[in-house]
């Protein structure tokens, strides 16, 4: 039997920023909670889409996956599991087949190594609303005064006095899907800047 070294959540969360950070223009969030407030990704990028990042350590259990897979679908265009040995044989019964997976294992050299088994696949289930909400309120406002989507049915002074939520249901209602794909490139920089 091989002995593999166990890696824990600080371990595979520093490589996993360490590669984030060679890409280029991305910016990485730690921590983000999505609007609904029923999960947490443990690491957001944001480089040509938004990317979720889940980590389940050696010393984890995936129990809670059932309830998290729903909600990164909803908030990110792309997601993926990061793993350690302990479930690199099972991980793959867990998440959607559009879900990507990184596998990280200490080597011989006491360094990490991220692999990745399989590539994420843009996120068939995302929610337009749900994705514009990872915005905060003064954003949304900006981009829907700014951005004229709201023109024919609202005045910019009257966008400004709307909650965050009534102003992303506007938009959900009034924008072709062209312009929401438009609207998601404003978001994407707004997450960038």
């Known amino acids: 039997m091989i002995y593999v070294k166990k890696l824990d959540d600080n371990e595979i969360r520093t490589a996993l920023i360490t590669r984030l950070s060679t890409y280029k223009d991305c910016k990485i969030y730690e921590e983000v909670t999505v609007p609904s407030g029923k999960a947490r990704a443990d690491i957001v990028s944001v480089n040509g889409h938004v990317v979720a990042y889940e980590i389940k350590s050696d010393y984890d259990s995936i129990k809670r996956l059932e309830t998290q897979i729903p909600e990164y679908d909803r908030n990110f265009e792309m997601n993926y599991i990061v793993v350690g040995a302990k479930f690199e044989e099972s991980i793959s019964n867990f998440v959607p087949e559009y879900w990507g997976i990184i596998l990280v294992r200490k080597t ?10 399989r590539k994420a696949k843009l996120n068939p289930k995302l929610s337009f609303t749900d994705f514009l909400s990872l915005l905060s309120s003064n954003e949304i406002k900006k981009i829907a005064t700014k951005g004229k989507y709201l023109e024919k049915h609202l005045k910019s002074s009257e966008v400004r006095k709307l ?27 707004s997450l960038k800047s």
């Open 163 to 189: 909650f965050k939520q009534d102003i992303v249901k506007k938009l959900d209602e009034n924008l072709s899907n062209s312009i929401k794909k438009s609207l998601k490139k404003q978001v994407r920089l």
């Open 108 to 117: 011989r050299l006491n360094t990490i190594r991220l692999s990745f088994i």
